[in-house]
């Protein structure tokens, strides 16, 4: 019963957490058409977020591995709330980008304590555990995403989320807990690790089609493919999550990447050749899944008692890919959409190699 409980409120934190990057298709269009914000101030907004929920949440992963993460999720959950300010009017650009940071901080701590609520809690299956929870992290938008779209109003949405997180959420965050006597290596003895570096450069390079299209996807669709992918990529994300971390349990993690970026990468060439709606379908469903294998890989290797400090340093590769994916991928497409595509590809060619090296290892070590 207390597994069911910590994952089911896990999964609702994450259900709020998605807003922040499955929703910025939306904010971003609002932000264009009703203040007057350029491509690239979005797209650095953006990146804000990808680097303060990366960085923020590595100080969030040990704070919550020492002392538990009720409090320390507490704080996240107002930072997170406070965050939507940044969308009411009267707002000037530099405060706007200091809400959202001190908002992505929050949202990426709150991240790292609820995926590891069920890394530490089901050893057994994780992948599908840490699926289920960030199967949240795309419905979540999938819920919001019409309700933003029919409001129309940065303003009204502000005020909405505002309300809804800073009650909610911390109500939930008092639902975790992580268990006791864990095993596990330190987060100075796990990172200098080959193995670690290894999943590290992957991961980072694996984020960048998922990224591209949650920061500019507004760039490479329009009119109606736009709509309808707007709706579609954070659903086809959410749902790769359980059932790519389920497959993962069966067959093994690194097999299950292997075949993710695979398919990423065709995903990317379907893109350059313009096919509608294909490649948003397969890069949500096999991108968002990137991430719980890759914390659950973590987990396989590094053991549980350290992993959301683990765990957070690996996600700061998400700056990396956030990098690319959103100030590269927008000043590229800017040029042309193909440009933008072709990136994604590169990105996943070297994220195979990365995990390749990895493979190659593995299998060395039980010879």
Do not use: C
């Amino acid at each position: 019963m207390l597994k069911k409980r910590i994952l089911i409120s896990a999964l609702i934190i994450m259900l709020f957490n998605s807003v922040y990057q499955y929703s910025w298709n939306v904010f971003a269009l609002y932000l264009a058409h009703y203040y007057g914000l350029s491509v690239m101030v979005t797209e650095a907004m953006f990146y804000v977020f990808v680097f303060m929920s990366t960085f923020l949440q590595i100080l969030g992963g040990y704070i919550s591995d020492i002392k538990g993460p009720r409090l320390v999720g507490i704080i996240a959950a107002v930072l997170s709330a406070a965050g939507y300010i940044a969308f009411m009017r009267g707002v000037d650009l530099p405060l706007r980008f200091l809400l959202w940071a001190g908002g992505s901080a929050g949202e990426g701590i709150l991240y790292g304590i609820a995926t590891n609520s069920a890394l530490k809690w089901h050893k057994e299956n994780r992948g599908l555990a840490v699926g289920i929870v960030s199967l949240g992290f795309g419905a979540g938008a999938t819920i919001f995403n019409p309700v933003f779209l029919g409001i129309h109003s940065l303003q009204q949405i502000s005020v909405i989320m505002f309300v809804l997180e800073i009650i909610i959420l911390p109500l939930l965050v008092m639902n975790l807990s992580y268990p006791e006597k864990l095993s596990g290596k330190r987060p100075r003895e796990a990172v200098f690790t080959l193995p670690f570096i290894l999943i590290y450069l992957s991961y980072s390079l694996g984020t960048v089609p998922l990224i591209s299209l949650s920061s500019s996807l507004f760039i490479l669709r329009s009119g109606y493919s736009l709509l309808v992918a707007i709706i579609l990529f954070p659903l086809m994300s959410g749902l790769g999550r359980p059932f790519m971390g389920r497959f993962s349990d069966r067959i093994g993690r690194i097999k299950t990447i292997f075949i993710s970026l695979f398919i990423l990468i065709i995903s990317g060439i379907l893109g350059v050749f313009n096919t509608p709606l294909l490649p948003e379908i397969l890069i949500g469903f096999l991108g968002g899944s990137l991430i719980p294998l890759f914390f659950a890989l973590v987990g396989d290797y590094m053991g549980e008692a350290y992993s959301a400090s683990l765990t957070s340093i690996l996600y700061t590769g998400k700056s990396i890919g956030g990098l690319i994916g959103s100030i590269g991928i927008g000043y590229v497409s800017e040029k042309s959409v193909i440009y933008g595509w072709i990136l994604m590809v590169i990105s996943s060619l070297l994220s195979l190699f990365f995990l390749f090296i990895l493979f190659k290892l593995e299998n060395k070590r039980k010879a």
